[in-house]
């Protein structure tokens, strides 16, 4: 049910965002299996550049045994999103067994993949694609490539493949598929349900301060009408007058009192209520983010989770405390103003109420003009900050190469810029606004202007507007402005507090990739056998970093694992601690698939020490015990001196309980190697797995940092990446990885025997080097 | 200036030709190879400093075009068209936000394209004119002379250039 919804999103993805179909077209499909002989697409992917690098909409389609590309014989222009089954397509085909090699020729927006047949003879057939179709070229290229080498590997839905291929940067950028404006509000809303009580309380306190807010300016005009002009006039006594008008007065003060102890009720009870949603979302979120994988770490940005879980729980916090309650009562009284003013006199009401729709559209539009004004202002402050992260970090480098006066001068630059920017934001918005009042005091001289003649009344008339409306009157106006104001602004309020609860959402529906099945297994203890099976490897989908590795190994063996960058030897490791998914075969510990096992129990059983340690913000002792937390100090002391860890730390002025600072900042490359040596060790791992865990220190350092690796390794299976071949002396056995695959193993004698071998020219290479 | 890489040295002039197989092919005395071309200055130096590439690494690296014969040029040149292709962007319909992206509809001279870019991801201006976009799945759009756009492209593409 989970899979389905994913393609269903996907395929609505592909139709929204792209102008390319969601799947292959019918007729392209069964012009294709026509020429099959009836045998089915099993995979396919769009060919949206023509020779000409124009435009365009073809298709290349893998089957059991042949590769086909459909194209439209008379076609021009571009691809369309069109499933018609009207329209004609020709395929040209070529059987799988005459392939004998592709090859990409990846451009800056166009890629070529010649598929090649015989040396020497014209290729089978030529492709050239945009990037957006690379991942769904990469999905038939591989299946090729594997059985080039002899593997088979299974394809699924051939439509689902695809569009998840075309989806899938678009999802990366925005995992949720917009839209749904109403539907957010409303989940964003039921975050509230919980505190049923307190909005309720709210709410009424709001309503309340809006109705009484009405009743000042009633009391003015019928202070006027039924008092002051009755008593000036001599029809009420100056004692009856004086009675009611202390009433009056009585009730205006009763009418405030009401109104700020409702303000301070709605205040205080709203905004504990929204940070008691903000802290229910930073808590779901947090805990969240604590199951998602690896692959969803490497996709977003690190700043841009921290925002996410900070200022956009924050931003929701002011819309569900406020905004929710100010735009409702807004509408409120805008409404209630204008049935008042209607009411009390419905001609000059007329002349106040009809501008009011009129002067919220002004506002809105404005917002939206506006907008590109931020987005201009908005890029230039990137690249403001852009330098100040560049160059902070990189002091060193700047004052290295005595840069500072050209920085500066960058930076000065870029400020003035943004500055001029935000001005021009200010020049617009201090137009707008009093042009805007005069717009709106304009509407009031015309109140006057209507009201006057008929205060004033027909001569040997009555006035048909007594004095006291009219007072009541003005004071409403006045009213107008701030709701007008909330309403206006109503649009980009909820567009802002939608895309923060779209930011917040996205990462809580985002489905952990690495999921343990329902009843998995728990080897106790583990082995620490570990084998690849013809494992293979990508992660983003087009580039594959594995290609079909297959190794064993046997429990208590020291593995070193070698070779150029990029071979593919940290994702080895990546795998073995079951961080991502293999694509194609399958990684087992102690003969049992990781995908079987309980990967939370797996992974206590893997102790991984990397070439840049991370420390935690805390004291050694919190360090070394991070995955024990309930050790003693003698086992903490214990693993230290295992590590060569304890002499450094004794000295250290406040010892084991030494603050490391963030990242372990305050000790030195060898000290923090050390210290993840012990946490290593105190792990007790079965399986362990060292990359390049001594390569950023000194030759003294690295030797200490050698023996307690060798007091570490001793009775486990461990996995040792290293670009000096020197330290891998206790290795059992030596991997070489090259381009994602394993292309010699042996011992270390064995494989200096191979000449021509890679790691016979590696270890001669370092050799050169050594002696200088 | 064509220099050969080391394994190459002292050999015949280096010759460019596209062979049936559809591949650009480099050769010299005795040896021929396929190779791929990649520009070391894209945008500010699009004809020179051509990298000529097999898997092993670099085969040549031309200094300019007009440092090889005819033939060889014109199959040089339609490989660095290739290479170096990007969607050129001569109008632009449409910009609109969303959560986290931004949605373009364009007209291209390849042909119209709706993309999308992150929204903090702005279009970058390049040594040789104009500005380039990238979008969410990494192909590059040029506008060549933002200046010269019509005036509602221009009004679209306002807030994005300076």
Not at chain 1, 448 to 459: C, D, K, S, V
Not at chain 1, 540 to 567: C, H, N, T, W, Y
Not at chain 1, 611 to 639: C, K, M, W
């Amino acid at each position: 049910m989970e899979r389905e919804t994913q393609n269903a999103i996907d395929r609505r993805i592909v139709e929204r965002y792209t102008d390319q179909p969601a799947r292959m077209p019918v007729a392209a499909r069964e012009a294709v299996e026509g020429a099959w002989g009836g045998r089915p697409v099993q995979l396919y992917a769009l060919i949206d550049l023509d020779a000409g690098m124009r435009l365009d909409e073809a298709w290349l389609a893998l089957g059991e045994s042949q590769v086909a590309i459909a194209r439209r014989p008379t076609q021009r222009g571009t691809p369309r999103a069109s499933d018609s089954v009207d329209e004609t397509w020709e395929a040209q085909t070529f059987p799988r067994e005459r392939l004998q090699a592709i090859r990409e020729t990846p451009g800056l927006s166009g890629n070529t993949l010649t598929f090649l047949g015989v040396p020497d003879e014209p290729a089978l057939a030529v492709v050239r694609y945009t990037h957006r179709q690379r991942r769904a070229v990469e999905n038939v290229r591989f299946v090729l490539e594997q059985e080039l080498e002899g593997r088979s590997v299974p394809t699924g839905d051939a439509d689902d493949a695809y569009a998840a291929s075309v989806a899938a940067p678009i999802r990366e950028a925005q995992a949720l598929v917009a839209g749904k404006q109403g539907a957010v509000l409303w989940r964003l809303l039921s975050y509230l349900g919980r505190y049923r009580g307190q909005v309720i309380l709210g709410f009424v306190a709001a309503t309340i301060i809006t109705g009484v807010s009405l009743v000042p300016p009633w009391l003015a005009g019928y202070l006027i009408d039924e008092v002051v002009r009755p008593v000036q006039d001599g029809v009420m006594s100056v004692e009856d007058g004086t009675t009611v008008a202390w009433l009056m007065v009585a009730a205006m003060a009763v009418v405030y009192l009401v109104r700020q102890a409702s303000a301070l009720i709605r205040l205080r009870y709203l905004a504990i209520l929204g940070e008691w949603v903000a802290r229910d979302l930073r808590t779901e979120l947090y805990e969240h983010l604590q199951r998602l994988s690896l692959g969803f770490y490497s996709r977003k940005k690190t700043g841009s989770l921290i925002t996410r879980v900070s200022s956009d729980t924050d931003r929701l916090w002011d819309f569900l405390a406020f905004g929710v309650v100010d735009a409702s009562l807004s509408a409120v009284m805008l409404m209630g103003l204008s049935a008042v003013l209607l009411s009390l006199d419905w001609k000059l009401g007329l002349v106040m109420v009809v501008p009011v729709p009129l002067f919220c559209w002004s506002i809105y539009k404005h917002g939206e003009h506006m907008n590109r004004f931020f987005i201009r202002a908005w890029r230039k402050w990137s690249r403001v900050t852009d330098i100040l992260s560049d160059t902070i970090p990189g002091m060193r480098v700047v004052k290295a190469f005595n840069q500072e006066e050209r920085e500066t001068g960058r930076f000065n630059e870029r400020n003035v810029d943004v500055t001029d920017e935000f001005n021009r934001i200010h020049q617009s918005w201090t137009t707008f606004w009093p042009v805007l009042m005069l717009a709106v005091h304009a509407t009031t001289v015309a109140v006057w202007a209507f009201a006057m003649p008929r205060l004033l009344g027909e001569p040997n008339a009555e006035p048909s507007l007594s004095a006291g409306t009219f007072v009541s009157f003005l004071l409403y106006t006045t009213m107008f402005i701030g709701p007008m104001e909330v309403i206006g602004q109503i649009a980009r309020t909820v567009q802002r507090a939608t895309t923060s609860a779209h930011r917040v959402f996205e990462v809580l529906d985002t489905e952990p990739e690495i999921v343990d099945r329902p009843d998995p297994v728990r080897l106790e203890p583990i082995e620490g056998q570990v084998a690849f099976e013809d494992v293979s490897f990508g992660y983003d989908g087009v580039r594959q970093v594995l290609r079909g590795v297959s190794f064993a190994v046997k429990p208590g063996e020291m593995i070193g694992l070698v070779g150029p960058s990029g071979g593919g030897k940290t994702t080895v490791t990546n795998l073995i601690a079951r961080f991502y998914d293999v694509t194609a075969g399958r990684v087992a510990i102690d003969g049992v698939d990781v995908r079987e096992l309980d990967t939370g129990h797996l992974r206590r059983q893997i102790g991984i020490v990397l070439q840049e340690p991370y420390l935690f913000h805390g004291s050694v002792t919190d360090n070394i015990r991070y995955g024990h937390p309930e050790a003693t100090p003698e086992r903490v002391i214990e693993a230290a001196k295992a590590a060569n860890a304890h002499d450094f730390i004794v000295k250290l002025p406040l010892g084991y309980d030494t603050i490391v600072g963030e990242r372990g900042q305050n000790l030195s490359g060898g000290e923090r190697q050390r210290v993840s040596i012990a946490r290593a060790i105190l792990h007790d791992p079965r399986i362990l797995i060292l990359d390049e865990a001594t390569s950023a220190v000194d030759t003294e350092t690295e030797r200490n940092i050698q023996e307690a690796m060798d007091r570490l390794v001793a009775g486990r299976t461990v996995f040792a990446i290293a670009h000096r071949l020197s330290t891998l002396h206790k290795a059992s056995r030596l991997f070489v990885m090259k381009e994602g695959r394993l292309v010699e193993s042996g011992t270390h004698e064995e494989l200096l025997a191979e000449p021509d071998g890679v790691y016979a020219k590696l270890h001669g290479l370092q050799m050169q080097l050594a002696v200088g | 200036m064509i220099r050969l890489s080391e394994k190459y040295q002292g050999l015949a002039e280096l010759t460019l030709e596209r062979r049936t197989d559809g591949q650009l092919w480099a050769s010299g005395d005795d040896w021929a190879k396929p190779v791929r071309v990649h520009r070391c200055f894209p945008w500010s130096e699009p004809g020179r400093f051509l990298s000529l590439r097999d898997d092993d690494g670099e085969v040549a690296l031309v200094g300019g075009l007009d440092e090889l014969d005819d033939p060889s040029r014109r199959v040089l040149e339609s490989a660095i068209a290739e290479a170096g292709f990007v969607l050129e962007v001569t109008r632009i319909m449409n910009v609109e936000e969303e959560v986290e992206i931004r949605t373009w509809e364009v007209e291209t001279r390849q042909g119209p394209r709706i993309f999308q870019t992150r929204l903090d991801d702005w279009p970058t201006t390049v040594p040789g004119g104009g500005i380039v976009i990238r979008d969410v799945a990494g192909d590059l759009y040029h506008v060549a002379d933002p200046t010269g756009l019509d005036g509602k492209s221009r009004k679209w593409l306002w807030a994005f250039v300076d």
